[in-house]
Protein backbone atom coordinates (compact mmCIF):
# COMPACT_ATOMS: atom_id res chain seq x y z
CA UNK A 1 0.00 0.00 0.00
CA UNK A 2 1.56 3.01 -0.98
CA UNK A 3 1.76 6.32 1.52
CA UNK A 4 1.32 8.72 -0.77
CA UNK A 5 -1.67 8.75 -3.14
CA UNK A 6 -3.01 10.53 -5.95
CA UNK A 7 -5.07 13.68 -4.67
CA UNK A 8 -3.57 13.72 -1.20
CA UNK A 9 -2.18 17.04 0.03
CA UNK A 10 1.41 16.88 0.76
CA UNK A 11 4.17 19.38 1.96
CA UNK A 12 7.91 19.40 0.78
CA UNK A 13 10.18 18.81 4.18
CA UNK A 14 13.59 19.33 2.09
CA UNK A 15 15.17 21.01 -1.03
CA UNK A 16 14.68 24.27 -2.70
CA UNK A 17 10.93 24.10 -2.26
CA UNK A 18 10.91 23.07 1.41
CA UNK A 19 7.46 23.98 3.35
CA UNK A 20 5.46 24.45 0.15
CA UNK A 21 2.67 22.26 -0.30
CA UNK A 22 0.22 21.12 -2.72
CA UNK A 23 -2.08 18.22 -4.10
CA UNK A 24 -0.40 14.92 -5.80
CA UNK A 25 -0.97 14.89 -9.74
CA UNK A 26 0.45 11.45 -10.20
CA UNK A 27 2.95 8.94 -8.72
CA UNK A 28 5.45 7.16 -10.43
CA UNK A 29 7.41 4.88 -8.82
CA UNK A 30 9.31 6.31 -5.66
CA UNK A 31 8.78 9.97 -7.77
CA UNK A 32 5.61 12.18 -7.04
CA UNK A 33 4.62 15.16 -8.90
CA UNK A 34 3.34 18.12 -6.82
CA UNK A 35 0.87 20.95 -8.32
CA UNK A 36 2.49 24.39 -7.97
CA UNK A 37 5.98 22.92 -6.88
CA UNK A 38 9.22 22.23 -7.99
CA UNK A 39 8.40 24.06 -11.47
CA UNK A 40 10.73 23.77 -14.40
CA UNK A 41 10.48 26.07 -17.81
CA UNK A 42 10.55 23.27 -20.32
CA UNK A 43 11.37 24.52 -23.73
CA UNK A 44 8.85 22.29 -26.61
CA UNK A 45 8.80 22.23 -30.20
CA UNK A 46 5.23 23.05 -31.57
CA UNK A 47 3.81 19.56 -32.42
CA UNK A 48 1.12 20.19 -35.18
CA UNK A 49 -0.34 16.61 -34.93
CA UNK A 50 -1.37 16.66 -31.17
CA UNK A 51 -2.47 20.60 -31.78
CA UNK A 52 0.28 21.74 -28.99
CA UNK A 53 1.70 24.81 -29.73
CA UNK A 54 5.54 25.47 -29.60
CA UNK A 55 7.76 28.34 -26.53
CA UNK A 56 8.82 27.98 -23.16
CA UNK A 57 5.96 25.73 -20.62
CA UNK A 58 6.63 26.16 -17.10
CA UNK A 59 5.02 22.77 -16.10
CA UNK A 60 5.92 20.34 -12.61
CA UNK A 61 8.97 18.04 -11.91
CA UNK A 62 9.31 15.21 -10.04
CA UNK A 63 10.40 14.91 -6.67
CA UNK A 64 11.35 12.08 -4.12
CA UNK A 65 8.72 10.68 -2.42
CA UNK A 66 11.48 10.78 0.76
CA UNK A 67 11.45 14.43 0.21
CA UNK A 68 7.28 14.48 1.22
CA UNK A 69 4.89 13.94 3.86
CA UNK A 70 1.42 13.37 3.93
CA UNK A 71 -0.30 16.96 5.48
CA UNK A 72 -2.16 16.44 8.57
CA UNK A 73 -4.99 19.67 8.61
CA UNK A 74 -5.48 18.62 12.28
CA UNK A 75 -1.93 19.67 13.30
CA UNK A 76 -1.42 22.32 10.40
CA UNK A 77 2.40 20.14 9.68
CA UNK A 78 3.14 17.13 7.74
CA UNK A 79 3.07 13.52 9.23
CA UNK A 80 4.60 10.25 9.34
CA UNK A 81 1.87 7.40 7.74
CA UNK A 82 1.73 3.86 8.38
CA UNK A 83 -1.06 1.05 7.81
CA UNK A 84 -3.42 -0.61 9.95
CA UNK A 85 -5.33 -3.67 9.01
CA UNK A 86 -9.01 -3.09 10.61
CA UNK A 87 -11.66 -5.93 12.00
CA UNK A 88 -13.33 -6.01 8.77
CA UNK A 89 -10.00 -6.43 6.92
CA UNK A 90 -9.63 -3.52 4.97
CA UNK A 91 -6.00 -1.67 5.23
CA UNK A 92 -5.88 1.93 5.89
CA UNK A 93 -3.58 4.45 6.27
CA UNK A 94 -2.86 6.07 9.93
CA UNK A 95 -1.23 9.01 11.09
CA UNK A 96 1.86 7.59 13.21
CA UNK A 97 1.31 10.36 15.48
CA UNK A 98 -2.16 10.02 16.74
CA UNK A 99 -3.10 6.87 15.14
CA UNK A 100 -5.94 8.86 13.59
CA UNK A 101 -6.61 7.08 10.07
CA UNK A 102 -6.18 9.00 6.73
CA UNK A 103 -8.44 7.45 4.42
CA UNK A 104 -12.48 7.28 5.80
Not at 8 to 31: C, P
Not at 44 to 53: D, I
Request: hydrophobic letters at 30%; glycine letters at 10%.
Amino acid sequence: MNRIRKGDQVIVITGKNKGQRGDVLRVEGDRVFVSNVNLVKRHTKPNPQANQAGGIVEREASIHLSNVQLFNPATNKGERVGTKTLEDGRKVRVYRSSGEVVDA
